[in-house]
């Protein structure tokens, strides 16, 4: 953990997010779409999974089937369209290498959207806000997409930042909070619902109304110890990281259920094929295990390998893809068999590979699966109980008692542990055993 090492020590963050993400990739590449209200649906155009501002303004909601939304569809002329998978994908993985030349410290957060670190940065820019300028001009100019820059000593005022941005156009899409007058932090925090924090959910929103905390400046008023006793130790970090101090370092936080996110960087560097292949099948097993759990399918997945930014005599690569799945699902088998697909295009021989890892896009409920006449892949039946049996087994005896050959036994590109404690509590094999003589 390095929570306690990051608390008191100045940190500056970047969120840079893309603005609707889906429908900005289709309006980069059918004009048309500009100004009028776009959604995009699920697979087998069933729910809508991406809303332009204008489709949000008349009333469509995220989720929503699409047969419902018919009249309202006519009468103001919406525009729908089917999910493009492997559009965004492509989409994503040029803003991320975009990105990438601004911070060698970056952490993407999902298909569209990434924290820069930009600490030890500062010389580089007149400010941190003309850095932002500067990101969302480029990415504008080299993909057509529109982005947003939020700015903050923390990550969550860096996401809480990068919302101002969005919403209010007199930032012209930079919202800086680490450099602006605590005048002016206060009366925006004190104009923004507390429901708006990365992190407080609905649920924990309506906590938070009944304890009187409505605006994001009470709930950054708040004493620690109280957040801490009412609401338990996340709530009290997320009031720190409101007050500017930086409790969660990169790649600390769970990705929304939006993506799954499953990568790691390696212990050592990796080269070949064989080595990333069997990274990228633990990755994909473990993010089907948490899509299951979920009780979620997904409709496409992105793998992505990276060399190490921080070593500058190697040469530097770094590439994603997203492969679209032939039908929704949720088994590992399938879910790695698209990753390995997809790394076998995108890998190149020759460069010293730093990590790897794996997205899962297009998660929906399970249960409002399609049924289909074609034959499915990983779904139905036989797979569902296959992986239910795979999950209890794992579940009972610890982690990747059961795994698919692909994901390998030897796993020497595994991040050095070498200093582990067993898993005394978690683990059958390491449980101590006592002998009585
Ligand atoms: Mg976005």
Redesign the pocket.
């Known amino acids: 953990m390095t929570v306690a090492s990051a608390i008191g020590t100045p940190q500056i963050f970047a969120l840079v ?5 889906y429908v900005s990739c289709e309006r980069v590449f059918n004009p048309h779409l500009e100004n009028r209200p776009v959604v995009v649906l699920s697979n087998n155009d069933g729910c809508c999974v991406a809303r332009s501002s204008e489709s949000r303004e008349i009333g469509v909601k995220m989720g929503a089937p699409w047969f419902q939304l018919k009249e309202l569809a006519q009468k103001h002329n919406i525009v729908a369209l089917s999910s493009n998978y492997a559009l965004y994908g492509s989409m994503s993985d040029r803003v991320m290498s975009i990105l990438r030349d601004y911070s060698p410290n970056m952490e993407t957060y999902s298909i ?2 990434s924290f820069l670190s930009l600490n030890g940065l500062g010389g580089l820019w007149p400010s941190a806000s003309a850095m932002g300028q500067s990101i969302r001009y480029r990415v504008r100019q080299w993909t057509g997409l529109p982005v947003c820059v939020g700015i903050g000593p923390s990550k969550t005022l860096a996401k809480l930042a990068n919302h101002i941005a969005k919403k209010q156009p007199r930032f012209n899409g930079v919202c800086d909070l680490a450099s602006m007058p605590s005048a002016q932090v206060d009366s925006l925090l004190a104009n923004i619902g507390v429901n708006e924090v990365w992190g407080v959910g609905r649920r924990i929103g309506l906590q938070l109304h009944a304890a009187g905390i409505t605006t994001i400046q009470q709930l950054r008023d708040a004493a620690p110890s109280w957040l801490r006793a009412k609401f338990g130790v996340v709530m009290e970090r997320t009031g720190n990281e409101l007050r500017g101090i930086s409790c969660l370092a990169l790649e600390e936080v769970a990705p929304p259920r939006k993506q799954i996110i499953s990568s790691r960087s390696f212990g050592q560097l990796v080269h070949t094929l064989p080595e990333l292949s069997e990274s990228v099948a633990t990755y994909m097993s473990s993010a089907a295990e948490t899509l299951r759990r979920e009780n979620s399918v997904c409709e496409a997945i992105q793998v992505f390998v990276q060399t190490n930014p921080f070593r500058e005599q190697d040469p530097q690569y770094s590439k994603g893809i997203t492969i679209p799945l032939p039908n929704v699902s949720s088994d590992t088998r399938l879910l790695v068999r698209a990753a390995l697909f997809g790394l076998k295009r995108i890998y190149r021989p020759g460069f010293a590979y730093k990590k790897t890892g794996v997205m899962l896009i297009g998660i929906g409920p399970a249960a409002v699966q399609q049924l289909s006449l074609l034959p499915q892949h990983g779904a139905g039946d036989k797979s569902q109980r296959l992986m239910q049996v795979m999950d209890k087994l794992n579940g009972i005896y610890g982690r990747n008692t059961v795994s698919l050959f692909s994901a390998g036994s030897r796993k020497s590109w595994t991040m050095r542990r070498e200093n582990m404690s067993p898993g005394y509590t978690t683990n059958w094999k390491d449980v101590p055993v006592a002998h009585a003589r």
Do not use: L
């Open positions: 997010d893309v603005n609707n993400f569209d959207e």
